[in-house]
């Protein structure tokens, strides 16, 4: 059995190709399977736009099919209470996912307070549900139900009252990962993408407070994991070094040269993070409000500058955290062929950095790396069952001494090439 009802929301769909708009998304939930795609909207071409948001798409917002058992009209009048609650939890979760996984802070984390006052009856009419036997044939139950004049004004006033949303399509795997696994976001993801909703409404203040306490946090699991894995601390060692020097201006001022690599420090820029920690500071201890005479651009420059630091930590706080099982799969490499043990770099999401040097300097050929390709990728694939090498794996190739390399993406190995 099938039923059906749309959530109008104005949403914007912006991407690189007038193709890549269509997008929609199916996921488990309960003993029901849910897919959402967005309604109505024409796609259209911004000429002088950067390539990944040439094309936008007008929608009108979510439609949600759910296919399943009990979903005729009598089983959802009967059950009004416990059908109205499985609607409720997966619009949030579909919202949630779509909120932190595409950054789009104007979508709401908890149900409106406009529709959990509603009573029963209006609100299962407010969802305008249809339903069908074969999904082909629809019935809507609000041509079974009598309303009041006064509920009925209230349906038509409606709860979602919303700023307009905007989605880029290049997170949409990202969300479609997330509603098919259940997934939450990261501790950073969340306050990042509060402060994104505050810099559009131009609240700066709150933005950042929220980007720093994003900053703090993913600092403070950068710190546990570097120090537990790369140094064998105690917990409680840990614990008691982080009591010494609890300052987030502090961490980034100074510790930042113990713990990153020249290399990752070369891409912060310290001065405007540490601006913005004092803008923080300003406001939480001292006058709770920002300096009046800065201009809107430094605030916005502060803040992404901020969120360079926190991916850095971030990636940093996840490749050590994967160190012993990415080890293991160098082990097994280099133990099939004569090379050095590779060092193997997680990326965002599943993409993955392979670097391998052969003892050799004369290059191996094709047939061998593409022995090696195939070799990471099954142990990758184990390890990681979203990893797809055509699409993930990017492997460089090199001679010893360096003086040539190749390297493998797309699924396939490139030519060898002088440095």
């Known amino acids: 059995m099938f039923a059906r009802f749309p959530v109008y929301i104005t949403f914007y769909l912006v991407g690189p190709s007038a193709e890549s708009l269509n997008v929609s ?24 736009s950067e390539r990944h948001a040439r094309f936008y798409r007008q929608t009108k917002g979510f439609s949600f099919t759910l296919e399943g058992p009990n979903l005729s009209v009598e ?41 959990l006052k509603l009573e ?32 009925l004004w209230g349906a038509l006033v409606g709860p979602w009252t919303l700023d307009h949303c905007e989605l880029n399509v290049i997170w949409w795997s990202a969300i479609q990962e997330a509603l098919e696994l259940n997934l939450e976001p990261s501790a950073e993801s969340e306050f990042y993408t509060n402060a994104v909703g505050h810099v559009r409404k131009k609240n700066f203040r709150l933005a950042i407070v929220e980007i720093i306490i994003g900053l703090e946090i993913v600092m403070t699991q950068f710190l546990r994991a570097h120090l537990n894995q790369k140094h064998n ?27 990153l690599h020249p290399s990752w420090l070369r891409e912060i ?50 490749n ?23 060092l193997i770099w997680l990326e965002k999401r599943h993409a ?27 142990l990758l694939q184990i390890r990681d069952s979203k990893f797809d090498a055509k699409e993930h794996l990017t492997i460089y190739f090199k001679t010893l001494g360096g003086e040539q390399q190749n390297y493998f993406a797309l699924g396939r190995p490139w030519g060898w090439e002088k440095k």
């Open 25 to 48: 998304a199916r996921f488990t939930h309960g003993e029901h399977l849910v897919e959402v795609s967005f309604i109505d909207g024409e796609p259209k071409e911004i000429p002088d």
């Open 75 to 115: 089983y959802i009048r009967q059950h009004q209470p416990e059908f109205l609650d499985v609607i409720r939890t997966f619009v949030l979760r579909t919202f949630r996912a779509i909120r932190y996984f595409g950054i789009v802070p104007e979508l709401p984390e908890t149900m409106l307070p406009a529709i």
């Open 120 to 151: 029963p009856d209006l609100e299962l009419w407010h969802w305008h549900v249809d339903v069908s036997p074969d999904g082909q044939v629809w019935e809507s139950i609000n041509d079974s139900m009598k309303l009041k004049s006064s509920m």
């Open 233 to 259: 601390l105690s917990k409680s060692k840990i614990n008691h070094f982080l009591d010494q020097f609890d300052s987030i201006y502090y961490r980034v001022s100074v510790l930042l040269d113990v713990v």
């Open 269 to 318: 820029d310290r001065k405007k993070i540490l601006d913005v920690i004092n803008w923080r500071n300003a406001i939480a201890h001292k006058t709770g409000r920002l300096p009046a005479d800065i201009p809107e651009q430094t605030y916005r420059e502060g803040i992404s500058a901020v969120r360079e630091l926190i991916d850095i930590l971030a990636t940093r706080r996840d």
């Open 320 to 342: 050590i955290k994967a160190e012993p099982e990415l080890d293991q799969i160098s082990i097994k490499l280099a133990a099939q062929a004569s090379i050095f043990r590779p």
């Open 352 to 378: 993955v950095r392979m670097d391998i040097v052969f003892f050799s300097s004369t290059p191996s050929d094709e047939p061998e790396l593409q022995h090696l390709a195939a070799e990471a990728s099954r």
